[in-house]
Each structure stands twice: as C-alpha cells, then as structure tokens.
C-alpha cells in the first residue's frame, strides 16, 4: 500500500530533550515536507525538500532541523525542544511535479512539558 | 504565511443537501487542491485543479476556479454523515519565489447531520 509512514504517533517529552520524528514514504517520491497544524493557525510549513540532500525553509522553521539522506526518509529533530513546539506534525510527500497531491502521513502529536 | 482562506469557518447541512465551500487566495498559483481532514487525522487529498482549469468534477465533488478573482469552491452534492470533516484548499505557487510547497488555509468544518 502506497504511504507516508510517520513515527511515533503520540509523544510526551520535556525541555530540552533532543527527539526525533521519523518520516518515510514508499512511493519513490522527490518531494517531502513537514507541516505542524496548530488550532486558529492551520497548517504551517516546517522544512522540505525538493530531492536527496536538498532541503529548505518552510514559514515556520526555527527549533527544526531536517536531513535527507535517503529519498524515502525525511526525519524531523528538534534539538532542543521547547513548549511552543507542541503541536500536530505531518509529514507529507508529492511526485516533483504534484499532480496528483500530496500524501500525508497519519500525524505526530507531540506534547513538550 | 497563510495565502488560501476558506469561508465559511464552520458549516452544518441536513444529510442530503448540498455544501458550498469558498476559499481565496493572494498570488499566482500552479494549481489549487482540496483535502479533507477527519478530526486529528491526517490530510486526505480530494481533488486538484490547475491553473488552466476552471472546473473538475471527481465523484460528488465539484471544485471550480476563478483565476481573475483568485478564489474556488468545492461543491459536494447529496452529503453524507461520512462527509463530516474539515476541508482545506492549499495552492501551489512553485517558482514563485516564495517557499515551495503547498499553503493551507484555516480550513471549513462542516458538520452532516442526520
């Protein structure tokens, strides 16, 4: 089954404690992204990346670091996470062209206390 | 920043009639999407419609665009409890030198009843 896979779905953490949310994609997908979804905001772009080891700024990327090592993988670290960056993650991918839209994961609920 | 913006916010019909959801946006587009988000789920892509488009018909959905006023509408026809959701439009502006990738708006919930 063609999917964006993204992990964990639930996450508690506290400040300042380095954490990954993994992202992975089977559709041998250029584009990969991360959006967070806040409540009044919607969704916001974090990071992407157009192919392998090449990544961009979103709208909102400070506190995020991402790398692209793979083209099915697109990992999201927060170094140094800190209770404004709880929030809903997805992770999302598209074809380079998007014509047919972007397949989004299934979200990341991420809790820092 | 936000450049799609839906209208209205919340939208609650009788099961079987029809749902009007408006979104307009700011600069030039590829293309325009509609997805469909059950609550706390992921995005469900719906429909996409380019720049060169001015109506797409997919199932029940209806989706139209207006480029000279930079706004659309997704039509769904005979709604369904099932149709419970939030409906975003995103636009595509690759190349227009902002940030690729899709822009969101706040979304449309619109609630079936029974």
């Known amino acids: 089954e063609a999917q964006v896979t993204q992990n964990p779905r639930y996450l508690i953490t506290v400040t300042g404690k380095k954490l990954t949310v993994t992202c992975s994609q089977n559709m041998n997908h250029e584009y990969m992204s991360w959006y967070r979804q806040d409540p009044g905001l919607g969704l916001r772009q974090i990071y992407y990346?157009?192919?392998?080891?090449?990544?961009d700024k979103g709208d909102v990327p400070e506190g995020y670091k991402v790398s692209r090592k793979e083209k099915r993988n697109f990992p999201l670290i927060l170094e140094s996470p800190s209770p404004n960056q709880t929030s809903l993650y997805f992770c999302a991918s598209s074809l380079s062209d998007n014509v047919y839209g972007y397949t989004f994961g299934s979200g990341t609920r991420l809790t820092v206390v | 920043s936000q450049q799609g913006e839906e209208d209205p916010q919340a939208l609650s019909i009788q099961e079987g009639e029809n749902a009007t959801m408006n979104c307009s946006y700011k600069?030039?587009?590829?293309?325009l999407q509609w997805y469909r988000q059950n609550s706390g789920r992921g995005l469900v892509h719906l429909i996409l419609i380019r720049s060169n488009e001015r109506e797409k018909h997919s199932g029940r959905l209806r989706v139209t665009l207006d480029t000279s006023k930079k706004s659309s509408s997704l039509l769904i026809t005979a709604s369904r409890a099932a149709d419970t959701a939030s409906y975003f439009c995103a636009t595509d502006a690759r190349g227009g030198g902002g940030a690729d990738g899709l822009t969101f708006g706040k979304g449309t919930h619109l609630i079936i009843q029974p």
């Open positions: 990346s157009m192919n392998v080891e090449v990544t």
């Open positions: 600069t030039s587009i590829n293309n």
